[in-house]
């Protein structure tokens, strides 16, 4: 469903995604109607597919100040959301695995 109408680069960097997640440990993949969570004890990483991209908001104790990061929301005064827009698999590079692997160990 997430990938139907999908480039198959989109399906590439959602596997890249997963496969460096499960590097931290547990991982279970919950599909929504709209999203897939990646969760650990509760959800570290929102993925929306489009058409040529993939969205991957990951939560943070802090804003991250990066061209990369496509929106920045503040939940909490120690809490953010933030937004990044992916096109290759190749964007999964160390700055963004640190960046998923804080996210993961604010799930734990």
């Known amino acids: ?6 480039s198959p680069e989109v399906r590439l ?8 997640s499960k ?4 991982v279970i993949e ?10 650990n004890r ?11 991209s993939l969205v ?3 939560k943070s104790i802090e804003n991250i100040d990066s061209g990369r990061i496509a929106k920045h929301e503040q939940a909490s ?3 953010w959301y933030l937004d990044l827009k992916i096109v290759s698999p190749e964007e999964i590079d160390d700055e963004l695995i640190k960046w998923l692997s804080a996210s ?5």
Not at 42 to 52: H, L
Not at 104 to 108: E, H, K, R, T
């Open 1 to 6: 469903m997430h990938f139907a109408n999908r």
């Open 13 to 20: 960097i959602y596997d890249r995604i997963l496969t460096e």
């Open 23 to 26: 590097r931290f440990g547990r």
């Open 30 to 39: 919950d599909p929504k109607k709209t999203s897939i969570h990646l969760n």
């Open 42 to 52: 509760v959800a570290f990483a929102g993925i929306q597919t489009r058409r040529e």
């Open 56 to 58: 991957l908001t990951l």
């Open 77 to 79: 005064a120690n809490r």
């Open 104 to 108: 993961y160990q604010l799930s734990s």
